[in-house]
């Protein structure tokens, strides 16, 4: 395989993977291929050409799904992927390895450092982060048959503010509960059987920065000390109050530089509280129903302990 010891995330959209996959891309020989793995391989982004789009779906889209019989990289479909025969893995391989020279903005491979270029050597050592959101957690077993030395992080979250994040963005409620049950339960599936596979919490994230910083790249096989500063992207965050402001920037992606021991500046440990306080109590009965016993799992507090909180 052309990539060799990637690091693949696993996540749920609206997660907060962004801050995840900055942390891992502010390290010098660490960069991905245009995006999250569905974006690799699906058009469209919004940053590509008709003609890149065309050419993702002519090339990549379609083929890949006739060749292997089934729609690897639909983040919609919470089903197992069957066995993805080996010269169509070398494929895909191909794909992510190429991906990371046509990703040379500043959202993805353009910054080595703070105002520093990568130059196409540079970025040809580099190894490969990639994020598969939602159901993409079923191409780990992939994906682990593909790079034998790659490393998995599953990010977790408290499943009533993702579900309250994809709620404001016309989600069904039913919906987020049962796949937040299917995709954690994978997780900790994954987590028991593969020692490659590490989860790590959201909450810690914003908690305490710096020291899940060090816990991240630990894990991953990174040294801190060779990087500076922190890049960090402008993302609107959820208010007391519910309503939605940035801590810096004025449009997503912008991108800042912050050395590891000022990250706490500017992330907000209470969004999680900020998120469920927007959720009405029936809200939270109805998706505790369907998934109070993983969340319960998982060390996050009772049905109870919500409705005597918010």
């Known amino acids: 395989m052309l990539n060799q010891k990637p690091i693949i995330l696993t996540c749920f959209a ?111 050592k580099c190894r490969l982060l990639t994020k598969c959101l939602n159901g993409l957690i079923f191409t780990v077993e992939m994906f682990r048959e593909m790079y034998p030395d790659a490393v998995f992080i599953g990010l977790l979250r408290n499943g009533l503010a993702i579900a309250e994040g994809r709620q404001r963005r016309g989600y069904p409620l039913t919906q987020m509960a049962g796949d937040f049950k299917i995709i954690a339960g994978k997780m900790l599936e994954y987590e028991r059987e593969m020692p490659n596979f590490h989860l790590m919490r959201y909450e810690d994230m914003v908690s305490d920065p710096p020291r899940f910083l060090q816990q991240l790249y630990r894990k991953v096989g990174l040294n801190l000390a060779e990087v500076p500063k922190i890049r960090v992207e402008s ?63 998982l060390g996050y507090p009772t049905e109870y302990e919500y409705l005597h909180s918010y």
């Open 235 to 297: 993302r609107p965050i959820t208010t007391r109050d519910g309503h939605h402001e940035r801590v810096q920037g004025d449009y997503d992606t912008q991108l800042f530089w912050y050395r590891p021991d000022e990250l706490h500046q500017l992330v907000k440990p209470d969004i999680n509280d900020n998120q469920i306080r927007q959720l009405s109590r029936e809200d939270i009965k109805h998706f505790m129903a369907i998934a109070g016993e993983i969340m319960e799992r």
């Open 14 to 124: 609206r997660g907060g993977s962004t801050l995840l996959v900055n942390m891992l891309l502010s390290h010098p020989y660490v960069c991905n291929s245009a995006g999250e793995t569905k974006k690799v391989f699906k058009p469209k982004s919004d940053w590509e050409s008709g003609w890149q789009i065309a050419r993702k779906r002519f090339f990549y889209d379609i083929p890949i799904r006739l060749l292997a019989g089934q729609d690897v990289f639909n983040a919609a479909d919470l089903t197992p992927r069957r066995p993805v025969p080996v010269y169509l893995q070398r494929y895909i391989d191909r794909i992510l390895y190429q991906g990371r020279f046509r990703a040379r903005i500043p959202k993805h491979n353009l910054y080595q450092y703070e105002d520093v270029e990568y130059t196409r050597e540079e970025l040809a």
